[in-house]
């Protein structure tokens, strides 16, 4: 597989991560080694893994003279931000389209990423509607509008999922080949948290690439399109036509079968940009991890959060890592025993913006509870008040019918 063009691209992200073993974890829970590739340190505002695809995204939107950039998805969405920043540094006017109605006019109310997107320049547009798939249809719209005024949108379906975007991944599954080529590490799985799909989508082409031309992988020419053929790494060689490491996306907003098909159309296209000539030589495996739904916390990714916080310092957000993590956690459990890749993607937003509610539930409940002991505490008070009352009068009343134990 050779690359027949050169994709433009928008320097944004500071490449590559670091991928650091988590030593502490595997002493905490035992298992085998687990290594985290560290894009929530993509380094690009808080754009984690968009930041690779926003790199290709937006050197398209620039090489075809375009002027904005349209797209959307939820006000919590890490894209829109990223997307809202990466347009503000590169000169395009960003509209963000979000599914349901502007939040309540109080701090509680606003996501961190709606905030980040406004305070980017993003000119933010509310659908009405809780239906998410109304995004699918309000941003075509929009940019036909803006079109029609002369504009040169650049339009975006959800999670910034083209074949454009998965190029990203493409490039970055080279990255990540090299520096467990460095360290001598042969993974049995890699795990990532699974949105809109042109991730995972990415990661394929990638992997397809290098083991179809291990002399010199498509995506380590897409990472430096300069790479030469001879630059490739021995073990990169040595690894052809071995057994592919597993890439596991956990869903965590579309149903499996649907996210297995919209991957394996996403990666496809992107590797035809590559002048690729199959999509993808391995299956895509997706571990449903959507529960108890969108946007909301699972027990499991609870769980995996705090450990991933108590071992290795990572910070994971409910909405994605912290259910792809837990995705690990039970590899683990289940006894697999070769080393595993958990791709960070990032999500700080929301992970922070989780600590922040859990600390107000905290004061809350202990506020709550403060109040009740306080009550109690009067409630005594005016029983004894009475009975003293009662005593001065002389009244022979017996006390312990006063002062009942308090509510
Ligand atoms: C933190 C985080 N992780 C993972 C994903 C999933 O990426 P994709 O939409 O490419 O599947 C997203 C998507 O927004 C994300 O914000």
């Known amino acids: 597989m050779r690359i027949t063009s050169t994709p433009a691209r928008f320097p944004l992200a500071t490449l590559p991560t670091p991928l650091v073993p988590a030593f502490r974890l595997q002493r905490a829970i035992g298992g085998p080694l687990v290594w985290v590739k560290r894009d929530d340190l993509t380094g690009f505002a808080t754009a984690g893994n968009k930041a690779r ?37 590169a000169n395009l006017a960003c509209h963000l389209i979000f599914y349901g109605s502007p939040p309540e006019e ?22 009405g509607r809780t239906d998410r798939a109304e995004i699918d249809r309000a941003v075509p719209a929009l940019a036909a509008s803006l079109a029609a ?24 599954f080279g990255e990540l080949a090299e520096q467990l080529d460095q360290q ?17 989508a990415g990661l394929l082409v990638g992997q397809a690439a290098t083991a179809a ?29 071995s057994p592919p490491w597993r890439i596991i996306g956990a869903t ?41 739904g969108f946007g909301l916390a699972s027990d499991g990714g609870e769980r995996a959060r705090a ?4 071992t290795e310092g990572l910070l994971l957000d409910p909405v994605y890592t912290a259910k792809a993590f837990a995705v690990v956690l039970g590899l683990v459990a289940d006894g697999y025993d070769r080393p595993i890749v958990f791709w960070h993607t990032g999500g700080l937003p929301a992970a922070l913006q989780q600590m922040a509610d859990n600390h107000l539930a905290a004061n809350h409940l202990a506020a709550n509870h403060l109040a009740a002991n306080y009550l109690a505490a009067n409630y005594l008070a005016a ?16 006390r312990s019918t006063l002062c009942p134990t308090p509510p």
């Not at 001598?184 to 995972?200: D, K, M, Q």
């Not at 291990?214 to 021995?234: D, I």
């Not at 009662?390 to 017996?398: F, M, N, R, S, V």
């Open 106 to 127: 109080s701090p509680a109310g606003v996501h961190p990423n709606l905030a980040a997107a406004g305070a980017a320049g993003a000119r933010i547009h509310f659908t």
């Open 149 to 172: 005024r002369g504009g040169r949108p650049y339009a975006l379906p959800r999670g910034g999922a083209t074949a454009v975007g998965a190029l990203g991944y493409a490039a970055a």
């Open 184 to 200: 001598e590490v042969e993974p049995g799985a890699i795990v990532l948290a699974t949105g809109s799909g042109g991730t995972l």
């Open 252 to 292: 965590v907003s579309r149903p499996p079968n649907q996210i297995r098909s919209t991957v394996d159309t996403l990666a496809s296209q992107c590797s035809q940009l590559l002048g690729g000539h199959r999509a993808s030589t391995n299956p895509c495996t997706v571990v449903d991890a959507r529960a108890p």
């Open 53 to 89: 695809s926003l790199e290709f995204l937006l050197g398209d939107a620039v090489a075809q003279g375009c002027d904005s950039l349209v797209t959307g998805g939820g006000a919590g969405s890490n894209f829109c931000a990223a997307a809202a920043a990466a347009s503000q540094v």
């Open 383 to 398: 029983n004894y008040l009475a009975a003293n009352y009662l005593a001065a009068d002389g009244c022979t009343t017996d």
């Open 213 to 241: 031309t291990p002399e010199a992988t498509t995506a380590r020419a897409a990472a430096a399109p300069e790479a030469t053929m001879a630059s490739a790494s021995a073990r990169a060689r040595a690894r052809a036509g």
């Open 307 to 310: 450990i991933a916080l108590a």
